[in-house]
């Protein structure tokens, strides 16, 4: 007996562009969901905990970051975005000439025939962009624009070019090293095998990752994976073998969810998502004889569970000069009425050593400072909160560098209350992370300090005393400073979200909650011994 498909078609307003940059520009100023989007914005705008210059969907929530390209002079930015009138994910789109100010586009590709449109990436061609993504109970799908602002979408083929089951599926599970510690294959299903695809390009052939895991041998513990395929057309696409060697810098329970795969300097790295950690990343060698990429050396974007208030997962792509530019959704931790996740500030990576990773804020976040404060340089005495009067807000950037001396701990608190009853801290522990064993050399202490790790950590234990909101457990992540470096933090505040970064080389992030009105305050303490703080800045920030 026969049964027919379901019809997936979406609900949402769909429109066809154009094919000029005027034409289109000025049909979308016209067009009743963009209009839509600006209502939605205004109204939603009030919400004090809705950030003002972290991209925030215009209607509904968002979820994973997808497909992050540059094209024709502009970035495109897209998202899982829930229309109301049909609440499955959709691609949401916006675009900005600078990472930072974003305007809203409409949604760029639609349910059908898959049932919901997840995630995946995109490839810029001389002509056109390829977006890969998964089709939810379908596949991996591939569609392609060549518009001036990436508004109409064509889906090639018009079904899943990867099929959740079929022939590619079982060439896949025959072979070897789908086998278990007995030599049995492994039943479908055990495996997540197809889902969240990038895509790249060399010699003429297209190639993606499909993230999943595999059974580690012989525990068969759940282990994350990333299945390459390949393709000349776009259409067919042939199974190849698990793409990652070496890899040891996971998580037993992770997987390899919502990959990307670029090249940083003179290597590559592959940015990814764990369902059970969150975001992460490792760097290695593409070996393109053989199609593996050789893992040397791995790290995080999230430090503990990605829920409540965590980063997510990456979208990425590269600079042009040699980095790549990655954003990441952070999820929520109170119930925010009509959206939910929101976009992080952009990052650009590169590599300060063979097996490091540097991190820094990426574009043109300047444009958004406003009102300027300066506190002097001066010493925090030891075990003595210093309050910063003259600085207090909640959408702020703050540029602090400080000399911690011999004070084995440095704390700022920001959306601070006058009464302490509300603070989120931000602590810096000099010396007391892991020892380095790849940097020791030898038992001196001297040598051991060099070789040892410090800590930076966001608290959100007594960000807020509301009801209905959830503390994150203390993101703390891994920094090293050389000897006698000073602390360089620049810290951004936007509302319900703090993100931090450490000299460069570090960025730990998390959302807050500050149930009164007067959380607004900074204060700087070193405990034990005197601190020296060498400059600081503040600027209030404008709106995107």
């Known amino acids: 007996m026969s049964t027919t498909p379901p019809d997936n078609t979406s609900s949402a307003p769909r429109f066809t562009f154009a094919g000029t940059l005027a034409e289109q520009q000025a049909q979308l100023a016209a ?10 914005r205004q109204r939603l705008a009030s919400d004090p905990y809705r950030p003002l210059y972290h991209f925030v969907s215009p209607e509904s929530g968002l979820n994973d970051p997808n497909g ?7 970035w495109h930015l897209f998202y899982q975005g829930y229309p109301p009138e049909d609440s499955r994910p959709h691609w949401g789109h916006a675009v900005s000439t600078d990472l930072i100010h974003w305007r ?85 299903g055990a495996i997540n095998f197809i889902y969240d695809p990038c895509i790249w390009k060399k010699g003429g052939v297209y190639y993606s990752l499909s993230g999943g895991t595999l059974p580690h041998v012989p525990s068969g513990k759940r282990t994350r994976a990333e299945f390459l395929f390949r393709s000349t057309d776009l259409e067919t696409w042939e199974y190849l073998h698990p793409f990652v060697e070496g890899d040891c810098f996971g998580l037993i329970g992770d997987d390899g969810a919502c990959p990307y795969f670029w090249p940083i300097g003179d290597r590559h790295i592959l940015l990814h998502f764990s369902h059970m950690s969150g975001g992460k990343y490792i760097l290695g060698d593409y070996d393109t004889r053989r199609d593996k990429f050789a893992a040397t050396a791995g790290g995080c974007f999230t430090f503990g569970a990605y829920y409540p208030g965590g980063v997510h997962a990456p ?16 999820n929520q931790g109170k119930p925010t009425p009509g959206w939910n996740q929101i976009m992080s500030l952009p ?23 406003g009102q300027h404060h300066q506190v002097a340089p001066q010493t925090l005495p030891a075990n003595q909160e210093v309050v910063l009067e003259s600085i207090h807000g909640n959408a702020m950037e703050i540029e602090a560098e400080i000399d911690p001396q011999a004070a084995p701990l440095i704390e700022m608190n920001v959306l601070r209350s006058p009464g302490n009853e509300e603070y989120t801290r931000i602590s810096f522990f000099k010396l007391r992370g892991f020892r380095n064993w790849e940097r020791h050399a030898g038992w001196d202490w001297r040598k051991v300090q ?53 000299n460069g080389r570090q960025c730990v992030t998390l959302r807050v909650y500050p149930g009164r009105a007067d959380s607004l305050g900074v204060s700087l303490l070193a405990q034990g011994q005197d601190a020296t703080l060498i400059k600081f800045d503040a600027w209030q920030m404008k709106s995107i």
């Open 31 to 40: 067009n009743p969901l963009m209009e839509r989007f600006r209502e939605s």
């Open 68 to 74: 992050l390209c540059f094209w024709q002079g502009q």
């Open 104 to 188: 809203d586009l409409p949604y760029a590709l639609y349910p059908h025939p898959e049932e919901a449109c997840w995630s995946g990436s995109t490839l810029v061609e001389a002509d056109r962009v390829i977006a890969m993504y998964h089709g939810h109970r379908a596949g991996n799908m591939v569609a392609v624009a060549s518009d001036p602002l990436l508004l109409n979408w064509q889906k090639v083929t018009g079904n899943p070019v990867v099929p959740i089951a079929g022939p590619i599926w079982e060439q896949a599970t025959g072979n070897e090293i789908f086998r278990g510690s007995r030599e049995q294959v492994v039943p479908a």
């Open 315 to 330: 979208t990425a792509a590269p600079d042009g000069q040699g980095g790549v530019v990655a954003l990441f959704n952070i």
């Open 347 to 369: 990052r650009r990576l590169t590599l300060s050593g063979v097996d490091d990773l540097a991190m820094e804020p990426a574009g043109d976040i300047a444009s958004l400072r």
């Open 450 to 502: 060099e070789a040892t790790d410090s800590l930076i950590s966001v608290d959100s234990s007594h960000s807020s005393q509301l009801p209905d909101v959830l503390s994150r457990a203390p993101e703390t992540a891994p920094v090293h400073l050389k000897p006698g470096e000073p602390l360089k933090l620049r810290v951004f505040i936007d509302k319900s979200v703090v993100e931090v970064f450490v």
